[in-house]
């Protein structure tokens, strides 16, 4: 198959393909002639590299696909029948690939879609080239399945070999059509970034989030397992040779979460490497009964019935979060029932829920859930959940022997304390960044919560706190900074200090 090409010059338009140099292949390439020789020497990247490129630096090797990549846009979201089984030798395989040779953008145009979001680089960026692909994965319960993923390659990367990075999105929907993979600026603020300073870098959807299944939302070993698998995946896409032993997995909110169930699963799940830096913004992270409210909201469902539309106030995240929850743990995981809508009042389920796949982003599936949870939908005012549901539910949170802690209820209480990790204490380090202004997941609620509970796993996490950054702009602010400590930590020197840190707020961990 003929060759793309991509530019190392950075003011070199990569949508003129055939004009270029330096190859990054769209079919099998020839390994012997890169398995070997100066990239397996070369130092990794200095700790005050800075996130941008230096535009004196001269142009590098460039990043070699070794998979075909001509499958169409639809392609990429259906797993091909007639796989072999699924195993530690196929584990992360590439099934699908497509090049989005639109979506190549040279390095003023990357610098130009991360100005839009507030982030600056500090250098002129790498430009980038743009993949879609499918790999194979194990959902959390050991099912075979595959994840979609988008795939960034800079055009100038830093001196090979590099690590592989790997970048966990927030929530934005369980619809299909909601998978930002599909959405070319939906990763701009978690993922471009690393490829404007040089790391070819993946982000996977979740299995289940955009092709066959249901997104096990918030399903700590579903979701880490899907990031250590794209790491594997992300390594056998590319040239042999491009890649240190060193794994990076970084993520915001859901994909926070994510990234720290990454770092308490590497050790014994692995990651294709090692996993040797871990970075988390806002984490979405269970780890007790009350996360994101959730004994609250059962136990007193008429105090979360208020919904602020422009400030999408901490109620309705709550009710979101749970919903989903709810709805990808029984629909794709319940051993009892393989209907999402089993623990809500048909009212609801037919009307928000039989809405689930069409409904992108945090505010429409807010309002969706508020008219749900009001008469004449609710079974009573803001009350999403079954009422026998709920009732066990009640039962299993005042202790798991009660009788009436039984059925559903009991099921999805089961899953909810079995889903809790420990965080590795001899694995990855981790950063952990926070907006103290943050609504949606309130620091004394959560990010004090879970820094506590890390340091009582026996890690002790970098923890930066910007005093005014809210939950939607703490990984803009902030991730310029990341990639300096994870250079820092991958180079085995002191990391950077937190700029202008403040303290968390005192635990509220009820």
């Known amino acids: 198959m003929k060759a793309a090409r991509i530019c190392l010059g950075l003011g070199v338009s990569l ?37 941008g490129r230096d535009a004196t630096t ?24 007639g796989l072999p089984a699924l195993d530690a030798t196929t584990q992360g395989d590439p099934v699908r690939c497509r090049h989005d040779v639109a979506e190549d953008t040279d390095g003023p145009g990357v610098d130009g879609q991360l100005a839009s979001i507030g982030i600056s680089p500090g250098a002129p960026s790498s430009g980038v080239v743009v993949y879609r692909i499918s790999f194979r994965t194990f959902r959390g319960d050991g099912t075979p399945a595959a994840s979609t993923a988008r795939v960034y390659l800079p055009t100038q990367p830093l001196p090979l070999p590099l690590p592989v990075v790997v970048a966990g999105h927030p929530s934005v929907g369980m619809g299909d059509a909601c998978a930002p993979s599909r959405d070319p600026t939906s990763l701009r603020d978690v993922a471009l970034p690393w490829a404007a300073a040089g790391y070819a870098v993946i982000a996977p959807d979740y299995a289940g989030f955009g092709n066959e299944g249901v997104e096990g939302y918030l399903n700590n070993r579903d979701q880490g397992q899907s990031l250590l698998d794209g790491a594997r995946a992300l390594r056998k896409l590319l040239v ?36 040797a830096a871990v970075v988390a913004f ?12 959730f004994a609250d909201m059962v136990r007193n469902p008429d105090t979360f019935v208020s919904y602020d539309l422009a400030n999408q106030n901490l109620s309705y995240s709550n009710h979101a979060i749970w919903t989903q929850r709810a709805y990808g743990y029984l629909a794709g995981f319940s051993p009892l029932t393989s209907d999402g809508g089993a623990a809500f009042p048909a009212p609801v389920a037919s009307t928000f829920l039989g809405d689930m796949d069409g409904l992108c982003g945090e505010v429409a599936i807010g309002a969706a859930i508020y008219v749900a949870a009001h008469p004449p939908f609710g079974a009573r005012n803001g009350d999403l959940f079954d009422p026998a549901f709920r009732a066990s539910l009640v039962a299993c949170l005042d202790g798991a022997g009660a009788p009436s802690c039984s059925g559903l209820g009991q099921d999805f209480y089961g899953y909810l ?14 950063l952990y960044l926070q907006g103290l202004a943050d609504t949606v997941l ?6 004090a919560c879970i820094t506590q509970k890390l340091t009582d796993d026996g890690l002790a996490p970098q923890v930066c706190v910007d005093a005014t950054a809210q939950h939607t702009d703490v990984t803009n602010r902030n991730i310029p900074f990341a990639i300096r400590w994870v250079q820092a930590t991958l180079a085995g020197t002191t990391p950077p200090a937190c700029p202008a840190s403040t303290a968390l707020p005192t635990a509220d961990c009820n």
């Not at 393909?17 to 020839?30: H, I, K, T």
């Not at 806002?282 to 409210?293: L, T, V």
């Not at 309130?442 to 990010?447: C, D, I, T």
Request: aromatic letters at 4%; glycine letters at 12%.
């Open 417 to 430: 304390t079995a889903n809790r990790l420990i965080a590795d204490a001899a694995g990855a380090p981790v």
């Open 282 to 293: 806002a984490p979405e992270w269970p780890i007790r009964d009350n996360s994101f409210a």
């Open 442 to 447: 309130p620091p004394a609620k959560e990010a």
């Open 240 to 275: 042999v040779g491009a890649f240190t032993d060193q794994v990076v997995v970084a993520g915001f909110s859901q994909g926070g979460g994510a990234a720290l169930s990454a770092q308490a699963l590497a050790g014994t799940y692995g990651a294709g490497g090692t996993l």
């Open 15 to 51: 949508v003129a393909l055939g004009a270029c140099s330096a190859p990054v292949s769209d079919g099998p390439a020839d390994l012997g002639a890169h398995d070997a020789g100066p990239l397996d020497g070369a130092a990794p990247p200095p700790p005050d590299a800075g996130p």
């Open 58 to 81: 001269p142009p590098a090797p460039s990043l070699t696909v070794t998979v075909a990549c001509s499958d169409d846009a639809d392609a990429v979201y259906v797993t091909p029948a």
